[in-house]
């Protein structure tokens, strides 16, 4: 007789066409039982604590990492700045500009104002600390040399990306959040899964070995072999 089905023994109902009707029993693993085995009880602590630590778990990993997440980005909007550049001209448009006076760029035509096409060019900035800095960096296609672009510098006045908005700062932090907790879940259940698959084959170790014994008494009897 399995365990389950010797906690349900005793437990029968009314016979229905001459068979008992047995009623199962959800926490019969916790009622004392003379057929109850060792297994069974640490099997229900097993089931107990792995359910608590995947609830709380996925709770609790979640949402601090939400909240982690969601406070870095939110940083990053205080860290960094919205400083105005200037787009300054290519060399060959500096190629054009100093030969605009002599003979030889008398036909060529004046490009200092043409937007670009290729998205990169060097803009200039004013640096906190008051200084003029300027690098390579992608502008608008449509951006002529000496019109005006917004970029994102750090407290040092470095050129940076620009922080996320608050909308995608939330979203980000939802799904990191929802990574992580996955990521427990799955932990959680595949413990639960290894932790019970070896029980199960411990009890199918000690059935065998409990079945061999019985099992050579029966064929011996009390008297000795049958014949």
Known sequence: MSARNAGNAGNAGPAENGTPRVRRR?????????????????EAWLRLGLTVSLVLGVAVSGALTGLAVHQDLTALR????????EVQPGPE??????????????????????????GIAVIEWTAPEG???????????DAAAGS???VWTDDSGRLVEEPPTPT?????????????AGCWALAVLLARHAALA?????REL??????ASVGSHWQTGPSGPER
Do not use: C, K
Request: aromatic share 8%; charged share 30%; hydrophobic share 35%.
């Open 93 to 118: 448009q500096q190629d054009d500009a100093g030969d605009s006076g002599t003979d030889g760029g008398a036909d060529r035509p004046d490009t200092g104002d043409a937007p670009r096409t290729d």
């Open 78 to 85: 205080y860290e960094r700045h919205q400083v105005t550049a």
């Open 198 to 202: 070896a029980l199960n084959r411990r």
């Open 148 to 150: 005006e672009i917004t």
């Open 131 to 141: 200084g003029t800095r300027s690098q390579e960096t992608l502008v608008p296609a």
């Open 26 to 42: 959800t926490f019969w693993r916790w009622r004392r039982n003379p057929l109850r085995r060792r297994s069974d009880l640490l």
């Open 206 to 211: 000690e059935w065998e070995f409990e079945w």
């Open 168 to 180: 995608e700062t939330a979203v980000q932090a939802l799904i990191a959040a929802a990574f992580v």
